[in-house]
């Protein structure tokens, strides 16, 4: 065990970061939200993969924000959509979220998605920020925002103009979290928002 280790201190991020060398990086494809990349990387002990795949946003931030997570909240009900995944084959439940368009920040997205997934607006005193998460650290090259929609209000008519996304349907906020539970809802994003939605209810209320 190293002397670091031994007295419970982590290693230092900039150490752990050296010990894995980029070599070389290929675009193997990309559209018109994701690049993937091959990367060709070594690390100290002298392991090495040719074709690493790391899958990196098109417009990230500096912060790597690619997208964003809002959960909306309607006279106390939670809004969920049921959307097709091709790459799974299913029917899930999730909040309305989607990609950071150039120029646009992460809260302008949230509330450009909550109008065009979910058909709801809310002012921006009541979009409440619940942080950033990581999907999939060993593959994605990037960060979502999560937001709660705490006071929304019908807005437009919705027009279906995006492959498998569903109705909206409200939820109690106890029939939520059964269907978290009972893993009804399996989408990340939507488990995380709900989950600090419901820890910042505890403290604001």
Request: aromatic share 6%; glycine share 10%.
């Amino acid at each position: 065990m190293s002397e670091d280790h031994s007295r419970g201190k982590r290693p230092d991020s900039s150490e752990a970061h050296g010990r894995v060398r980029l070599i070389d990086r290929r675009i193997g494809c990309r559209n018109s939200k994701w690049i993937v990349y091959l990367d060709h990387i070594l690390d100290d002990h002298g392991n090495e993969v040719q074709d690493f795949i790391v899958v990196g946003g098109r417009v990230p931030g500096d912060d790597l924000v690619a997208g964003v997570c809002i959960l909306p909240v309607l006279d106390g009900q939670v809004g969920l959509l049921r959307n097709y995944r091709h790459a799974v084959a299913e029917i899930l439940w999730e909040a309305p979220g989607g990609f950071i368009d150039l120029g646009e920040d992460p809260s302008e997205a949230a509330a450009r998605e909550l109008a065009e997934e979910a058909g709801f607006v809310c002012d921006a005193d009541k979009m409440v920020s619940l942080g950033q998460y990581l999907p999939e650290p060993s593959t994605l090259q990037a960060r979502g925002s999560v937001f709660a929609a705490t006071q929304c209000r019908v807005g437009r008519k919705l027009e279906k103009g995006e492959i498998g996304l569903g109705d909206l349907l409200l939820f109690d906020l106890d029939e939520v979290a059964e269907m978290a539970e009972s893993s009804k809802i399996q989408d990340a994003a939507t488990l995380i928002a709900f989950y600090r939605y419901r820890d910042w209810l505890r403290h604001v209320g």
